[in-house]
């Protein structure tokens, strides 16, 4: 078979494995009791709502908010789209309204709340003092700092309103179940789209610590709030969070896992990396590399890897982190025969492009260097999506609705 058919394969495989249609029934409470409210955020939700849809017979109403372009049809939950991954007003919106859903609420109401990574930009509502065009900038200043998703995400809780358990505070005392589709590395419930309906184990100050690490100025008042722990979450032990439980239904490791088992069947030898990979992602990928020439001439296998890469943006190119690692890794590799690797957003969108990923082969650098393509300059430029693009190696998937963050897979022939 094609490398790159079989690469592809794998991408499927651990694609179908975090579905939301297959994930989502078999979690979902009895349909004895009050009416249930189904609320959510990511970009995951919307088709974790229609699984809801499809397999509940009871009363039902609700509202989750998911990425432009990603929503689904439903009948009895609205599906609202917002930006991602600087949010807009119709976020803001839709945050406000979902917690104006889940207030004044019974112990014999029940409130199902599905949450997926993207969660954090996209259920965008400011805390008192706050304001829209400052949580707006930095979130943009923190995606470009190269800060990681945990120091993103403390940042994100002590500045909203619904994040960092407050909206499982709001539904008190109803008992909120949260399912959700991890996206983050070590599939930390209080780090998943910012922890809306957990406890936050962060605080006010670990929050401005990471501002001042990055040198992201904010104005003295804001800075003074942080300060005085004015903005604070509530934290492990709070009395309205003692009903909630939370259930992982799909997580990056299970992807991996999925992706093995489909190698296995091709009859190629996987070997898991880790599914909590985390740093810039040129040098991820030259680590990779290392090890990829390492496992050459020991047969077929294939190296996957998961979690979420970084990537510090000097250039004004345009791009994401995994076509920044596969170009990375290409210069590494140095044309190594028998080498083929892809690497995608199971979202289907790297960064803020419309591509999920890309992939490379023995070949790629001599085909740029026939086009006059200079790998090194697009890498400096941060315009890893402009070098494949013109190779025609982007991998174009569209909204797969949902997201157990980074796939990486590199198959040594």
Same mark, same amino acid.
């Given at each position: ?12 495989? @651990?694609? *179908?494995? @975090? ?17 249930l ?8 939700? *919307?088709?974790? @709502? ?20 990603? $929503?689904?049809?439903?009948?009895r ?8 991954p600087?949010?807009?007003?119709a ?8 917690l104006?859903k ?10 199902l709340?599905?949450?997926?990574? $993207? ?5 965008a ?11 707006r900038?930095?979130?943009a ?5 190269g800060?990681t ?9 002590? =500045?909203? @309103?619904?994040?960092g358990?407050?909206?499982a *505070? ?16 070590? !599939? ?5 789209a910012?922890g ?26 804001l ?5 005085a722990g004015a ?39 996987? =070997? ?9 992602a040129?040098?991820v990928?030259r680590?990779m590399?290392?090890q990829?020439l390492?496992? #050459? ?5 294939v ?13 004004? $190119? ?10 990375a890794l290409a210069?590494?590799l ?11 957003d #199971? ?30 300059a697009?890498?400096e ?7 494949f693009?013109?190779l025609? !190696? ?5 909204? #797969?609705?949902t ?11």
């Amino acid at each position: 078979m094609n490398p790159r058919a079989i690469l592809r394969r794998l991408f499927d495989a @651990a694609i *179908a494995a @975090a579905d939301p249609a297959r994930c989502v029934p078999p979690q979902l409470p009895s349909g004895d009791g009050g009416r249930l409210i189904v609320i959510g955020a990511g970009k995951a939700s *919307a088709a974790m @709502a229609r699984a809801v849809e499809d397999h509940w017979s009871g009363p039902l109403d609700g509202l989750v908010v998911t990425r432009y372009g990603h $929503g689904v049809p439903c009948a009895r939950i609205e599906i609202v789209e917002a930006a991602h991954p600087v949010p807009d007003a119709a976020g803001a919106a839709a945050a406000q309204r979902i917690l104006q859903k889940v207030q004044g609420l019974s112990a014999g109401d029940r409130v199902l709340a599905l949450i997926s990574g $993207g969660g954090s930009a996209l259920l965008a509502a400011p805390a008192e003092g706050v304001t829209l065009a400052g949580k707006r900038a930095l979130t943009a200043a923190l995606l470009k700092c190269g800060a990681t998703i945990g120091e993103i995400n403390c940042v994100r809780k002590h =500045l909203s @309103a619904i994040k960092g358990g407050r909206l499982a *505070a709001a539904a008190w005392p109803a008992p909120v179940l949260t399912l959700a589709i991890s996206d983050v590395p070590g !599939d930390d419930p209080a780090v998943i789209a910012s922890g809306p309906t957990v406890a936050d184990p962060t605080c006010c100050a670990e929050a401005l610590a990471i501002l001042e690490r990055y040198g992201i100025a904010i104005d003295d008042a804001l800075h003074r709030r942080l300060a005085a722990g004015a903005l604070e979450t509530p934290k492990p032990g709070d009395p309205r969070l003692a009903a909630g439980e939370f259930r992982l239904i799909a997580s990056p490791r299970q992807m991996l896992e999925a992706a093995a088992e489909e190698a296995r069947r091709l009859g190629i030898v996987p =070997l898991i990396l880790g599914d909590a990979v985390e740093g810039e992602a040129r040098e991820v990928a030259r680590a990779m590399a290392a090890q990829a020439l390492d496992h #050459t001439g020991q047969g077929p296998c294939v190296l996957l890897s998961g979690g979420e890469t970084t990537v510090t943006v000097r250039g004004k $190119g345009r791009g994401g982190r995994n076509t920044e690692f596969l170009l990375a890794l290409a210069q590494a590799l140095a044309a190594a025969p028998g080498i083929h690797a892809l690497a995608a957003d #199971t979202d289907g969108i790297d960064g803020s492009e419309d591509n999920a990923g890309a992939v490379i082969g023995p070949d790629s650098l001599a085909r740029a260097q026939a086009l006059g393509l200079d790998p090194a300059a697009h890498l400096e430029a941060n315009d890893a999506w402009g070098f494949f693009a013109g190779l025609g !190696d982007l991998l174009v998937t569209g909204p #797969t609705r949902t997201n157990v963050n980074d796939f990486r897979a590199i198959l040594l022939a």
